[in-house]
């Protein structure tokens, strides 16, 4: 466990995954609203649990010369966290193809939606940073799991 205390759960037959974790003090701005920037680590953690929920380890991948990079991200930012809120940030697969995945992902406080964002992200060889198709066993767990997010 990180010290943020992220926490993943991935119930059987889920086409998501939730994490919970805490806004602490180093999240925040002078404010106590989390700075617009930390958002984008809280939904990285989100992606790296999901391929873990998967049985993928980023660092066994990256030996394996496979990596995962952010091409582009469309992020709606709805609502504010604040310092020690328990948030969850919801990951599942909006879309898919050869060589990249689009994640859908929530940052949730309660009920109450405070960010909604589309990633896309490219399967690169990390030597030549240059995109690879997926290896066809993640490629196939990610079909299973593709949904149409809501």
């Known amino acids: 466990m990180s010290r943020s205390q992220i926490v993943a759960n991935m119930a059987k037959g889920a086409r998501n995954i939730q994490l919970s974790l805490r806004v602490y003090y180093e999240d925040t701005d002078a404010a106590g609203i989390v700075y617009y920037a930390n958002y984008f ?33 469309n992020v709606e930012f709805l609502k504010p966290a604040k310092l020690d809120d328990l948030l969850t940030v919801e990951t599942a697969i909006a879309a898919l193809g050869r060589a990249q995945v689009t994640f859908a992902q929530r940052i949730r406080r309660d009920t109450e939606m405070l960010l909604d964002a589309k990633i896309r992200v490219a399967c690169i060889d990390p030597t030549r940073g240059r995109p690879i198709a997926m290896p066809q066993a993640i490629h196939g767990q990610m079909s299973d799991l593709l949904e149409s997010w809501q």
């Not at 990285?44 to 991200?73: P, Y």
Request: aromatic share 10%; hydrophobic share 40%; proline share 0%.
């Open 41 to 73: 680590r809280f939904i990285e953690r989100g992606r790296t649990e999901f391929l873990r929920s998967l049985g993928h380890d980023q660092n066994a991948l990256m030996k394996e010369g496979i990596a995962f990079a952010v091409r582009s991200a």
